[in-house]
């Protein structure tokens, strides 16, 4: 039996597996995908205490060789659920299964989607959830821009120096993000403000070639872009572990400030908890903290 | 075999005119999935003889990322004959690779 298993090698899993090694327990990670969560799309990190500048692949790359050099176990399976059997719980995945005496889910969170017809088809195509990532294949074309929080106006703001024209469509008619972004946004001359209104039909060839936008009156107009940057927040990644943890309306994980869920044993650390601050050294904070309590309480 | 660096001067030699299947590559230095996907696409080409793994550095290259229709990377397009079969976007598990060989 491991001591403790992770699920999730971002920021928050991997600190929480160095910490729990140093405290001289085994560790199991368990990831998906690839180590480092969503952080490895971001070019430059620019407030990480001590780094002024990293990429975000540098960063991840370094916690995961800091967390298998300490002893950190870490293995690329997705897991599908916990069992709980009091002081011994099971972690499925689609291969495997691991007994812990205390498990950490850190699963982070996903793009969420417009869930239009053929989203999924045209991303690559000209639909995209990352516009640091993918904004350079626009130069000198229109996009659009959907949603109204921080991410959608920053998207906003960096497509305006790159395309020839950006579309910021929002469902309401004001902003959740920061004030100081609208209005940078507002001195531009080639941003436009699509408010009250939603993206309701993406038309295609082999590319997108335009969107349809429904307004609050029912009133649908059509805009000609190449590109739809879809910045309407993000999904927790708690379902399959709803039976053992509580989940707000949003879906994230309730927890207590030190990183307990209702289930002794078992914790949450990062993007995926209910917290109010979601950044790199949260996560890592997290991760911290939901191993010692985990080291506290096999122990106890 | 190991992943074969391919321009758009020998695309055509190199991706469309061989007889066995090609797994493209179309990434940038400045793109972290690109570099974390990497690995996955040395491994196939290693362990598999019946494919050709290619990468295109979509930055030297605009004009073959065009063609394709491409504005995500990593973007992994199948070739067969000369045609584009398949494709994935995105960070995925090499599983997902191996599957688009089926």
Redesign the interface.
């Known amino acids: 039996m491991t001591d403790i298993v992770v699920i999730g090698a971002g920021p928050a899993g991997l600190t929480a597996a160095i910490y729990a090694r140093r405290a001289s327990k085994s560790v199991i990670v368990l990831e998906?995908?690839?180590?480092?969560g969503q952080i490895?799309?971001?070019?430059d990190i620019e407030n990480y205490p001590s780094a002024a500048h990293i990429?975000?692949?540098d960063f991840?790359t370094k916690i995961y060789e800091q967390a298998k050099s300490l002893g950190a176990e870490i293995k690329?399976e997705k897991a599908v659920e916990i069992r709980d059997g009091g002081d011994v719980k099971t972690v499925v995945t689609a291969k495997n299964e691991y007994d812990a005496k205390a498990v950490i889910i850190a699963t982070g969170s996903a793009n969420r989607k417009l869930g239009l017809p053929d989203e999924d088809k045209l991303?690559?195509?000209?639909v995209?959830y990352?516009a640091t990532?993918?904004g350079a294949?626009?130069r000198n074309k229109k996009v659009a821009v959907a949603g109204g929080g921080n991410t959608a106006l920053e998207d906003a703001l960096y497509m305006a120096d790159i395309a020839e024209k950006v579309y910021l469509i929002h469902r309401r008619d004001a902003f959740r993000g920061e004030d100081t972004t609208v209005e940078r946004l507002k001195s531009r001359d080639n941003v436009s403000f699509v408010l009250n209104s939603r993206v309701t039909k993406l038309n295609a060839g082999?590319?997108l070639e335009s969107i349809e936008v429904t307004d609050k009156d029912g009133k649908v107009s059509t805009l000609e872009v190449?590109?739809l940057f879809v910045a309407v927040g993000r999904v927790p990644e708690n379902q399959n572990f709803s039976s053992l943890i509580d989940l707000d309306e949003a879906g994230y994980a309730a927890s207590s400030e030190n990183c307990r869920t209702r289930t002794p044993g078992v914790f949450v650390a990062g993007d995926n908890r209910a917290k109010e601050v979601r950044q790199l050294v949260t996560a890592a904070a997290d991760g911290a903290v939901a191993a010692t309590e985990a080291v506290k309480y096999i122990n106890s | 075999m190991a992943v074969k660096n391919v321009t758009v001067d020998n695309f055509n030699e190199e991706v469309l005119q061989v007889k066995l299947p090609v797994l493209a590559d179309f990434y940038a230095d400045?793109?972290?999935?690109c570099?974390?996907?990497r690995p996955a696409l040395e491994q196939i080409s290693e362990e598999r003889t019946d494919v050709i793994v290619a990468a295109v550095n979509i930055d030297e290259n605009p004009e073959l990322?065009d063609d394709y229709?491409?504005?995500?990377?990593p973007?992994v397009i199948l070739f067969k004959d000369g045609a584009e079969v398949d494709?994935s976007?995105?960070?995925?598990?090499k599983e997902a690779l191996e599957a688009l060989l089926g």
Do not use: E, K
Request: charged content about 15%.
């Open positions: 998906a995908l690839s180590y480092g490895i799309n971001t070019p990429s975000g692949f991840a690329f991303t690559g195509r000209g995209s990352c990532c993918d294949f626009f082999r590319r190449s590109g | 400045w793109c972290g999935p570099r974390m996907l990322a229709d491409i504005s995500s990377i973007c494709r976007i995105g960070l995925v598990p």
